[in-house]
Structures are given as C-alpha cells and as structure tokens.
C-alpha cells in the first residue's frame, strides 16, 4: 500500500471513530485509541444516558412489541450500568457528566420524529452499530484500562453489552430481514 492510502486509511479510521453513536470508539482491531481512564468513564456516562433515553423513546414510538421490549431492556440495564459506573467514578473522584452528548442528542432528534416501522428499523439499525462501537470501547478499557476500578466496571458490563449486540441483531432481524443481513452478524 502507498504511503497516501495508508495516511488515507489513518484519516477515514479516525474519522469513523469520531462520529460513532456515545463516541466511544476506542479500540477496534488496529485502530485502537488510547483515551484515560477517566475520559473512558465520561464518554460512557454519556453513552448510557443516551440509551436509557432511546431505550424510553423505543417503548413510546416503537410498533413491534420486540422493539419496545427491547426498549425496556436498554432502560433497565443501562440504568443499573449507570448506577455503578458513577459508583466507580466516585471512588476514583472523576465526575461524570449529566447530559448526553451532542451527536447522541441529535440521535435521539432524529428518532423521535419517526413512528412505527420506520422508527423500528432505524432505532434497531442504530442499536446495531453502537453496541458493536460499545463493545470494542469497554473490551478496550477492560484489557488496557490502567485503572482497575474503571477496568473492573467495563469488565463486568461487556457481556450485558454483548447480549444487546445479540438482542439488537435478532431484533433488527425481525424488523427488517433485509437490512439485518448487511449489517454483519
């Protein structure tokens, strides 16, 4: 490969990283970033008030009783993940913010202007590809972290994370057969 593909490999990379739903990109095959400990903890805060409130909106705005109980789960289980990570954050004094990110709150925007099938497939599509953004970023912190509380939390969170990748997938499968298949199962 030319040194220009390879800087423009580089430069498509990070921009990936930088637009994913909770921003929290932080590993995912070569293209790992490093980011604290602490910045990992605020990003996925972020990361969780965004799916508590997508998670709300999927069981107001959804159709399929799958896509509201799916609705459901993310509130439950993201509320009880935000529970401890400020828990985590508090014992190692790093403050967490209170609101969602900019990108996660036109996410939400965007959502909540669609009803029915069509909010169905874009919230399940969505689902999809930040758990799969999720689940590097904590395997990342959970490997690599340097501090062990943070380390233990994204340890502890990655298999609920993984059963929303799954549940999200089987989901979108139900919602959108022909959508599901590009999205790499």
Request: proline share 3%; charged share 25%.
């Amino acid at each position: 490969m030319s040194k220009h593909w390879k800087h423009l490999a580089v430069a498509i990379s990070f921009a990936f990283a930088c637009t994913i739903p909770a921003g929290l990109a932080a590993g995912a095959g070569d293209t790992t970033r490093n980011i604290s400990d602490a910045d990992f903890a605020r990003t996925a805060a972020q990361g969780g008030m965004a799916e508590v409130k997508l998670g709300e909106l999927a069981e107001q705005n959804g159709s399929s009783q799958a896509v509201k109980d799916f609705g459901q789960r993310m509130v439950n289980d993201h509320r009880h993940a935000d529970k401890k990570l400020k828990t985590a954050a508090s014992e190692e004094n790093i403050s967490l913010p209170t609101e969602m990110s900019a990108k996660d709150q036109a996410t939400y925007d965007r959502l909540s202007k669609l009803s029915g099938p069509a909010f169905d497939r874009a919230f399940t599509r969505d689902m999809v590809k930040d758990h799969e953004a999720d689940i590097a970023a904590f395997r990342h912190e959970a490997n690599d972290g340097k501090d062990s509380t943070i380390k233990s939390f994204a340890s502890q969170t990655l298999p609920t994370l993984e059963d929303h990748l799954k549940l999200a997938r089987e989901t979108l499968q139900t919602v959108s057969p022909k959508t599901s298949a590009s999205l790499g199962k």
